[in-house]
């Protein structure tokens, strides 16, 4: 699946609205045991299930000319004003602009505020937009709606509302903490990503904000889900922060079975890297929103994959049971790293994934496709139950979504800090072996005896054999560096290797899991 770079920085558009009340006698209202009226995650879940006992219709795009023609930068062009942002008036510490339709965004969604005992829907007014230099009539937009919304808070500083999170485009949405640029995405669902069949792109049609206090240091948002085959409940409680978390509950109803069930995922960029140089000339030696998955199993074994940008689809997985988190994370966080004085990427947040409860078995999937410069998004995560749920039946899911930079999550003995491959002075002649170096550290080091010399277990699967592998200190950081020599047998296909770093009978580190993709 690829995002265009006008998806990727669609949170910079801007837009506003107007409020009216909804008529009070609200079928979706809920009666409080006092007899008054409150809205909540039932009333959405209850809209849930009976959109999905009734027959899909797929929405039509409502776009007059003057806006389905405008291309990526006339549609930026159309600019919020910020003086009419929801709650500003009120002093709130929260704030919420609205997104003009347009572009590739041509469905509208419905927003309602939740005040006390009532609920409002936010009424689009094209006036509350600047066109910029674009030739549009405003009186035309009147039977348009809002392309989603955004959430401001004074994250970095008490002087100025930051945003925080950003609702755009089908289920997309995503986050900001402390002195972080945007960059991976998260989305409500994934259906059949990376199949040949196509994937099914889910949309929030809905949402409802709560007006937030005075002193509320968090943010409650409920949404509703719409597709094909799944429609959905959603409510999400964001708490910004030096870490920014969502805690998102879900209640999914199915119309017809789904061959593969993509939950809590994330997306992201990976064009080249430390293990990947740019195939064409590029100044910076990395260009990525993120550069590795990262896994905690149920069981304490920590798995890091480096990405790739593979010639062809590459999908790869890791079946657990209970997973404690999944992530796509940034960690190379050096300027040096990127040398790009616009995209920043270095300040581009990680996200992980915190399981509520018990997932039980399946697997974290991982979707790598070819990408030919940074404007797609690549590279898609997501958890996928083994047994899928039933259609008509409730299926619960509740996770909390971190978006990180400098408390990032790691292992807790020692993690990989870069993978680089080439051969170096290793290099022969006649072997045609491909050579890995890959660099560990963590605090499990500094407690190492001198007596104590890691070694490297590295294995390979059936298309690979493993050559050579040595383990030496990396004075200039401080932790180890393995490094490995591996063949491959025939070149139409990948190589999985998987190592580790281990002390007598000791592990050292997370463990490294690398695909070298099919030549």
Do not use: C
């Amino acid at each position: 699946m690829y995002l265009n770079l006008s998806q990727r920085t669609q949170t910079r558009i801007s837009a506003l609205a107007r409020v009216r009340i909804l008529p009070f006698a609200v079928a979706l209202l809920l009666a409080s045991p006092d007899g008054a009226f409150a809205f909540d995650f039932n009333n959405v879940a209850k809209q849930a299930k009976d959109l999905a006992a009734s027959s899909y219709s797929k929405p039509e795009s409502n776009l007059p000319k003057e806006i389905s023609n405008l291309d990526f930068e006339q549609y930026r062009d159309i600019r919020f004003r910020p003086e009419k942002s929801a709650w500003r008036s009120q002093k709130l510490p929260f704030e919420l602009a609205f997104f003009h339709e347009g572009y590739s965004f041509d469905q509208p969604v419905k927003i309602s505020e939740i005040n006390g005992q009532s609920v409002r829907e936010i009424r689009f007014d094209p006036s509350d937009f600047d066109f910029g230099a674009n030739k549009v009539d405003p009186r035309k937009m009147r039977a348009l709606g809002f392309a989603g919304f955004r959430v401001h808070f004074p994250l970095n500083t008490n002087k100025y509302k930051d945003e925080v999170l950003s609702f755009l485009g089908a289920s997309y949405f995503r986050a900001l903490g402390k002195d972080q640029t945007y960059g991976l995405s998260a989305r409500g669902l994934a259906i059949d990503t990376g199949l040949s069949s196509g994937e099914e792109f889910p949309r929030f049609t809905e949402f409802w904000v709560e007006r937030p206090k005075a002193s509320d240091k968090e943010l409650t948002i409920y949404a509703l889900l719409n597709s094909r085959r799944v429609t959905g409940a959603y409510r999400f409680v964001l708490k910004p922060g030096v870490d920014t978390t969502v805690d998102v509950k879900a209640q999914l109803y199915l119309r017809e079975n789904v061959s593969k069930l993509g939950l809590a995922p994330l997306t992201s960029m990976f064009l080249h890297g430390d293990n990947q140089r740019s195939q064409v000339e590029d100044y910076r030696p990395e260009v990525h929103d993120s550069d590795g998955l990262s896994v905690a199993s149920g069981t304490g074994e920590w798995i890091w994959r480096p990405l790739v940008n593979p010639k062809r689809l590459l999908v790869t997985s890791y079946s657990l049971s209970n997973p404690a988190g999944f992530g796509l994370m940034q960690r190379d966080r050096n300027f040096a790293d990127y040398q790009d004085l616009d995209a920043h990427y270095e300040r581009r947040p990680s996200a992980w994934v915190q399981p509520k409860g018990n997932w039980g078995n399946g697997r974290v999937e991982l979707v790598q496709i070819p990408t030919p410069d940074e404007t797609n998004d690549n590279i898609v995560a997501f958890w996928v139950p083994e047994t899928a749920p039933k259609v008509g039946q409730p299926f619960n899911l509740e996770y909390t979504l971190s978006w990180q930079k400098d408390a990032e999550k790691r292992p807790p003995l020692s993690w990989v800090t870069q993978t680089r491959r080439g051969l170096g002075v290793l290099k022969k002649s006649d072997d045609n072996s491909i050579g890995l170096v890959v660099d560990f550290d963590g605090p499990v080091f500094k407690k190492l005896s001198d007596k104590v010399q890691p070694e490297g277990v590295v294995s390979s699967d059936d298309n690979g054999k493993v050559l050579e592998t040595k383990v030496e200190r990396n004075d200039a950081t401080g932790g180890w560096r393995m490094t490995v020599r591996v063949r491959r047998n025939e070149d139409n296909k990948p190589v999985e290797l998987r190592g580790f770093l281990r002390g007598g009978s000791t592990t050292l580190s997370e463990t490294w899991s690398y695909i070298l993709p099919p030549n």
